[in-house]
């Protein structure tokens, strides 16, 4: 069985993967690491990462930004894999999960769900159709009020799924209000929601002359980003250092089915 701490296990993702955990006889949870004090978990907690003396095959990490760089540091100094799923790191973060990843298995994802990754690769598709052809992109991701950072990762990602296709070549645009000019034909518009208890939705319009092209992926629980990262945490425990995201994940399950 695979031995498995989780970063942030007090918070409501973290609440799901315990459940989650808890029912799946190929993983277990060992440990548990957050700031706040809560019983009845089923594992040990710690209140720092580096306080953590439980062995374990992977981490993973549903916490806030802030708790990141102590988490890189504990899972390179013991060279064990770690699930990322913590979003709005800085640039200074992105280059340590990198140099961390040189030391161990490190599976980063803006977004854990199997539906989105897919949304990933089918933006590919129709941008390198419909861009050319005049299409404006924008995206709108909503979110509940409590959420820290905009727009969220998975709009990001979503925006790099299209831009890759040309080569960085589009400019991410957050805000109009400060300026009065035409929308360039190279830009990317990101506008970002928050608002009551929405736990999910993105939407990718592709606008051209008298037809607009909508993709839309909804979130009705956070279930679908638990099972993911537990999936995740299963497919890279054991995998030899290296950057790994979802895509890994899904090609792995349809090489075994």
Sequence with gaps: MIKAILNGCNGKMGQVITQICGEDAQIELVAGVDVFDREGNGYPVFANISSCDVPADVIIDFSNAKAVDDLLVYAADKRIPVVLCTTGLSKEQLARVTETAAKTAVLKSANMSLGINLLLQLLGQAAAVLAPAGFDIEIVEKHHNQKLDAPSGTALALADAVNEVFDGDYEY???????????EKREIGISAVRGGSIVGQHEVLFAGLDEVITFEHTAY????????AVEAAKFLAGKPAGLYDMQDVIAETQRTE
Excluded: L
């Design 173 to 183: 645009k957050y805000d109009r209000s400060g300026e009065r000019r035409k929308r």
């Design 221 to 228: 629980s956070r279930s679908v980003f638990a099972k993911g």
